[in-house]
């Protein structure tokens, strides 16, 4: 039997209900619950052994001050010891974009790489935004905080209609409150944002409705005139604050897109490696398209627990299940960590092929490329 265990519940376009009751934070779903949402609710995706990852939990206060004791350290160490320069302006490749207008046809996925973890994906005749970001800092003031070291490859007011965003956690490079107002200004109550557990109150203070919240595992169907998807809400190994002074009162996720027509699509979000992701693979696997961080891991005495490395998102996606297009972002849009911003990609080609994969599936040097695959399903999977 599909894992992805389908209702039979009356599904409705998705503007015409945008609000929904929150899950408890963390809460993680007994077999057959299933999740008010203003996309229709599914019951819970289990992994075929039936285990579940333990839920996000809020760091204790203990935990939190080793976090800013080995921050410190860090920023000493920066101090001490340099790190390498930022790359001079263009020297990123970019690519025109080929997203389809406005929108692909059910029987194609495309996936458009616009800067960071901003990714447009084209699946069962919607479009989907990953972390939408569009800002020129990551931080909650214009005037300081990381800045681009390149524009988005598209920029926000060439968007095709979006259909649903994405948001993977609440940090200021996947979560920025000037995107969100541009994009609920130009889409209104029509675009859907998909989150995890807790976010409801924040859109709500920019004043954005349409807000589903999912637990992990959990899942909701979405259907509008052009198309109809299934949203499902996995683990990831991350944490979520936006301050220094607390947090973890907002989940975190990863992402499957499950088209009725053809078509899957996973987003990492951000994430370090774990064993989740052969759950994940067994579960709604393999996927047509595979997106995943490959940047931000230096130093790894510190960034370990958040951030994978590029050989470690070569082991993810063999663990999602190893097929289909790889790609690669979280690097080449803002200077979070110490490595060289040009290493990831190479990094991951050197990965891929000691994995002995098939380097046409790898997709992680261009901004602006459109991947363009047909749905594995479609053709018979």
Do not use: C, K
Not at 130 to 156: C, I, K, Q, Y
Not at 197 to 216: H, K, P, T
């Amino acid at each position: 039997m599909d894992p992805a265990r389908r209702t039979s519940a009356a599904r409705r376009p998705a503007a015409a209900q945008p609000d929904a009751r929150p899950s408890a934070p963390g809460a993680d779903a007994p077999p057959g619950a299933s999740e008010p949402a203003s996309a229709t609710p599914a019951a819970p995706v289990e992994s075929p052994s039936g285990s579940r990852v333990p839920p996000p939990q809020e760091p204790g206060r203990q935990a939190r001050r080793a976090r800013r004791r080995a921050l410190i350290r860090w920023q000493v160490d920066n101090l001490r010891e340099g790190r390498p320069p930022n790359p001079p302006a263009g020297a990123i490749p970019r690519a025109a974009p080929g997203f389809d207008t406005p929108r692909a046809a059910h029987g194609e996925i495309t996936a458009t790489w616009i800067g960071h973890s901003t990714v447009l994906v084209q699946v069962g005749g919607l479009n989907v935004l990953t972390d939408p970001m569009w800002s020129e800092r990551a931080s909650p003031v214009a005037w300081a905080g990381p800045r681009r070291l390149s524009p988005p490859a598209v920029a926000l007011a060439e968007l095709p209609p979006i259909d649903v965003a994405l948001v993977s956690h609440d940090h200021y490079d996947h979560l920025d409150a000037r995107t969100v107002r541009a994009l609920a200004d130009r889409f209104g109550d029509g675009l859907v944002w998909a989150a995890p557990v807790g976010y409801r109150r924040w859109f709500g203070r920019l004043g954005v409705r349409g807000v589903v919240e999912l637990g992990w595992w959990r899942s909701a169907s979405l259907r509008t005139e052009h198309g109809e998807l299934r949203l499902h809400a996995l683990p990831a190994r991350h944490w979520s604050q936006r301050n220094a002074f607390g947090g973890g009162h907002r989940s975190w996720a990863s992402w499957a897109l499950t088209a009725p027509s053809g078509g899957r699509v996973y987003f990492g979000g951000d994430s370090a490696y774990f064993g989740g992701y052969e759950q994940i693979g067994r579960a709604l696997g393999p996927f047509d398209v595979t997106v995943l961080p490959i940047g931000a891991y230096e130093p790894r005495w510190f960034m370990a627990g958040a951030h994978m490395d590029p050989e470690e998102a070569v082991r993810a996606y063999r663990d999602l299940g190893g097929s289909g297009a790889f790609v690669g972002v979280h690097w080449g849009g803002f200077r979070l960590t110490d490595e060289d911003p040009l290493e990831p990609p190479v990094r991951t080609r050197a990965a891929w092929r000691a994995a002995g994969l098939d380097g046409s599936n790898l997709h992680v040097d261009t901004l602006g490329r459109t991947v363009r695959v047909r749905p594995a399903e479609a053709s018979g999977r």
